[in-house]
């Protein structure tokens, strides 16, 4: 069975190879926590959110749109880097074509902070508001 990529042909399914992949996955996170400062930054947000959800108990439904909105973010800064690099290594020259490609995905990671900081706004705002009124 040919995959049409470089004439390698796909090897039979099997548990090892599936299993792997969870390891690749799990290298490519690594990865990308220890060289792309934006992430960490995510990931420090995502720690502080999660402590003040904690801390004023939110429902369920706001810890689900919390999870998805932390989760668009760093799956989008994970494949900006990826788009980054790709765009690296096919060409070391600065064209209108690669830049406007790096700049596509840094501005959807940007929308997509963008608005989790206004769910979290939206979610946090009113647990806040009773806080500060019961001092």
């Known amino acids: 069975m040919n995959t049409g ?9 099997s548990w090892r190879r599936w299993f792997k992949s969870f390891f690749y996955a799990g290298r490519g996170i690594s990865h990308a926590l220890h060289t792309e400062m934006n992430l960490r930054f995510h990931f420090i947000a995502i720690l502080l959110v999660s402590m003040l959800g904690i801390y004023f ?20 800064e994970m ?4 788009i980054e690099r790709t765009v690296d290594l096919i ?15 840094a501005g959807a990671v940007f929308l997509s902070a963008v608005a989790s900081i206004i769910i979290g706004i939206v979610i946090f705002l009113p647990y806040v508001k009773v806080f500060v009124e019961m001092q």
């Open 5 to 13: 990529s470089k004439g390698r042909t796909s090897k039979p399914w």
């Open 79 to 82: 494949v900006n880097a990826a």
């Open 91 to 105: 060409t070391e020259e600065r064209t209108m074509l690669a830049q406007q490609a790096k700049d596509l995905a």
């Open 57 to 76: 108990q939110i429902t369920k439904t706001e810890w689900l749109v919390l999870i998805l909105m932390m989760t668009i973010v760093c799956t989008l």
